[in-house]
């Protein structure tokens, strides 16, 4: 259940229970979710392109935000570690 509450499916004092007794397919099919936030950035990108073309509209400017978040990832190697030829 800790898993679906990082993917932000439930809020973690909520009660849920899945279907089956497989702790591996209880982790695909969390897994496989797509969070609530991202799904609605999607749909409503999907309703807006939609009535784009519906309108006639091949291309659109927009200041829609961009609802995904850089991020920025570093490794720190010792040198004696590494070993190239």
Same mark, same amino acid.
């Given at each position: 259940l800790e898993?679906?509450a990082?993917?932000s499916?439930i +809020? %973690? $004092?909520e009660?849920? $229970?899945? /279907?089956?007794?497989? /702790?591996? /397919?209880?982790? +695909?099919?969390?897994?496989?979710a797509? %969070?609530? /936030?991202? *799904?609605e *950035? =999607?749909? $409503? *990108?999907?309703?807006?392109?939609?009535l784009?073309?519906?309108?006639?509209?091949?291309?659109s =400017?927009?200041k829609? %935000? =961009?609802w995904?978040?850089?991020?920025?990832a570093?490794?720190?190697v010792a040198?004696g570690?590494f070993?190239?030829?």
């Amino acid at each position: 259940l800790e898993l679906c509450a990082l993917q932000s499916l439930i +809020e %973690p $004092e909520e009660y849920l $229970e899945l /279907d089956g007794l497989s /702790d591996g /397919d209880w982790r +695909e099919r969390i897994g496989n979710a797509v %969070p609530p /936030d991202a *799904a609605e *950035a =999607i749909g $409503e *990108a999907f309703g807006t392109t939609l009535l784009l073309v519906w309108s006639g509209q091949t291309y659109s =400017i927009g200041k829609t %935000p =961009i609802w995904v978040r850089n991020s920025l990832a570093a490794l720190s190697v010792a040198q004696g570690d590494f070993n190239v030829q």
